[in-house]
């Protein structure tokens, strides 16, 4: 059975979600003599950690009380001070923390730094929880950059447009939502040329239940080799231009990417790749480099297809509407794979969202054999 205090420290993490990227969502439960004084959780990066909002309300009641954390308490300064520090100094008797920060500035020192001050450390309850309700930061502060997922809507016949090429909605009102439920989720959100063109996207955060602070929308990202998107662009047309990054390569003019600049967009100049695209790991180092934790990839085909083909997505979402487009024209996700055999993905989740089935997919990644 799970561990009551350590559900409900997972259960506090969750809160932050949708706002503490790129740190990690981290709950904090304290309990002293079986009662729970003090409860925190970690809302955005620079404010302060799920410990010292716990270590706040339990004040006095947190010496010698027992504290609950899914993550290995910082030890590092930063910008609100050392967790461990706190701890130390709040004279708590014994920390259980689910999983080990694999951050190279905590990385097992914030336990070491516990234990050297006379607590008593259990690593381990809840890990699997743990590790699965943090994998994006995981995946973000060991590989430096960020977690990607592609999404897409496709009809039954596997086709994600009509063969004219011309946007079409294919699936309900319950996907749309869905959907932009994950765009919340991720730090950014990325497209290929022909997309932004035929759909002219928002790429936007819209919810009917919520009025998001424009701070929280995510990244708008569009890769365009040659550079020649139009100027009249939704995502180059609106309050969020200045949280626009169009990777483009030295073959696009410099006088539309001063015309784009002047649109408040940033364009960045990206190496090209022997078939005159833009390079994706290059965009990723960037995009890491920029602190963009999670990337949710929305299409076309040719985009999905490149990061696919290169093995770079994490995660496969997939909109499946009862709809057939039965036109060989019209585009699959997913073109001129040679290496299907190579990636091996896993059904993670499935849901009804009526008429519509969103299928939740997961990379298995090889095992490591270790020499005996
Ligand atoms: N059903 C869905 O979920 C869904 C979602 C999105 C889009 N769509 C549909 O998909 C269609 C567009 O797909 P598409 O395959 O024609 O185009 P796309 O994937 O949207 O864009 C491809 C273009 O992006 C640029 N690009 C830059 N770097 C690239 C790289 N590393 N790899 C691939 N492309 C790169 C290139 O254009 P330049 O050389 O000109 O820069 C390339 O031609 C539209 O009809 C749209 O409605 C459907």
């Known amino acids: 059975m799970m561990n009551p205090y350590m559900h409900e420290a997972l259960t506090l993490a969750e ?59 910082c030890c590092h300064e930063g910008r609100t001070g050392s967790c461990v520090a706190a701890l130390i100094a709040a004279k708590v008797s014994c920390v259980h923390l689910a999983v080990v920060d694999p951050n190279p500035l905590v990385a097992g020192q914030g336990l070491a730094q516990l234990r050297a001050a006379g607590i008593a450390v259990h690593i381990g309850c809840c890990a699997d929880e743990a590790l699965a309700l943090n994998q994006i930061f995981f995946h973000y502060i060991t590989q430096k950059q960020p977690f ?33 439920r994950l765009r919340q989720a991720v ?22 239940d919520l009025n998001l602070d424009p701070n929280l929308q995510p990244w708008r990202i569009i890769l365009s080799a040659k550079g020649d998107l139009p100027h009249h662009l939704h995502l180059f047309n609106s309050p969020l231009a200045s949280k626009t990054l169009v990777y483009t390569t030295e073959h696009s003019l410099p006088s539309w990417r001063q015309r784009i600049e002047s649109q408040g967009v940033s364009v960045i100049i990206a190496p090209t790749t022997e078939e005159g695209m833009t390079d994706l790991l290059f965009v ?14 929305e299409g076309g085909s040719r985009i ?34 040679d290496l299907i055999s190579e990636q091996s ?3 993670e989740e499935m849901l009804f969202l009526a008429p519509d089935v969103c299928l939740t997919l997961k990379k298995v990644e090889k095992k490591i054999c270790l020499p005996v």
Request: hydrophobic share 40%; net charge positive.
């Open 284 to 297: 990723l180092k960037d995009l890491g480099e920029k602190h963009i934790s999670s990337l949710l990839v």
């Open 345 to 347: 993905w896993q059904i």
């Open 15 to 73: 809160q932050g979600r949708y706002s503490c990227a790129p740190n990690p969502m981290v709950g904090c439960v304290i309990v002293n003599r079986g009662q729970v004084v003090g409860r925190g959780w970690h809302q955005r990066a620079g404010e302060p950690h799920a410990e010292i909002v716990a270590l706040h309300e339990a004040g006095t009641l947190a010496a010698g009380a027992e504290i609950y954390v899914n993550l290995e308490p």
């Open 304 to 337: 999905l297809t490149s990061f696919y083909r290169q093995a770079l997505l994490q995660k496969i979402i997939i909109y499946l509407a009862p709809k057939f487009i039965g036109h060989t024209e019209a585009l699959s996700p997913l073109r001129s794979l």
């Open 148 to 180: 990607v997922m592609a999404k897409w809507a496709m009809s039954l016949d596997g086709k994600i447009s009509v063969p004219s090429g011309q946007s079409r909605q294919l699936t309900s009102t319950a996907a749309l939502e869905h959907s932009h």
């Open 187 to 208: 730090a950014a959100i990325l497209v290929g040329a022909n997309t932004a063109i035929t759909d002219d996207p928002q790429l936007t955060v819209r919810r009917k």
